[in-house]
Nanobody
C-alpha cells in the first residue's frame, strides 16, 4: 500500500520560513517524479508549486514561488522536502505532495497523493 505522509505545517508570520517533508512508503521513490501542490482556502483546484526529477537534478517552480521555495529529495530516505522562505500571506494553503511514475507534473497525472498539510501565513 502506497502512502505519502506530509509533515505538519503550521502558522508562521510573513517573511518567515517553514520546511515541509513528505515521506513515502510502499514505493521506490527514485522511480517517481515528485511534486508539491497547494490548494487555497475555499478553493477547489490543486495548483502546482514545485517539482523534482527522479535523481533530483532537475527542479521546477511556479512563478509565484520561484526564488523563495526550494524542493529537494533524498531517495535513500524515501523523502521529499519543500523549504519555504520569505513566506507571504498568499502562500496560505493546504500543501500536498504527489508522485508520478510518468513524465509530467500535471495534477491530473499524479498517481499518488498525501493527505495534505495546512500552512497559514499571517501578515
Amino acid at each position: 500500500q502506497v502512502q505519502l505522509v506530509e509533515s505538519a505545517g503550521g502558522l508562521v508570520q510573513a517573511g518567515g520560513s517553514l520546511n515541509l517533508s513528505c515521506e513515502a512508503s510502499g514505493l521506490t521513490l527514485s522511480s517517481y517524479l515528485m511534486g508539491w501542490f497547494r490548494q487555497s482556502p475555499g478553493g477547489h483546484v490543486r495548483s502546482f508549486v514545485a517539482g523534482i526529477s527522479r535523481p533530483g537534478d532537475g527542479t521546477y517552480y511556479s512563478d509565484s514561488v520561484r526564488g523563495r521555495f526550494t524542493i529537494s529529495r533524498n531517495n535513500a530516505r524515501n523523502t521529499v522536502y519543500l523549504q519555504m522562505d520569505d513566506l507571504k500571506p498568499e502562500d496560505t494553503a493546504d500543501y500536498y505532495c504527489a508522485a508520478n511514475q510518468g513524465s509530467t507534473y500535471r495534477a491530473g497525472d499524479m498517481e499518488y497523493w498525501g493527505q495534505g498539510t495546512q500552512v497559514t501565513v499571517s501578515s
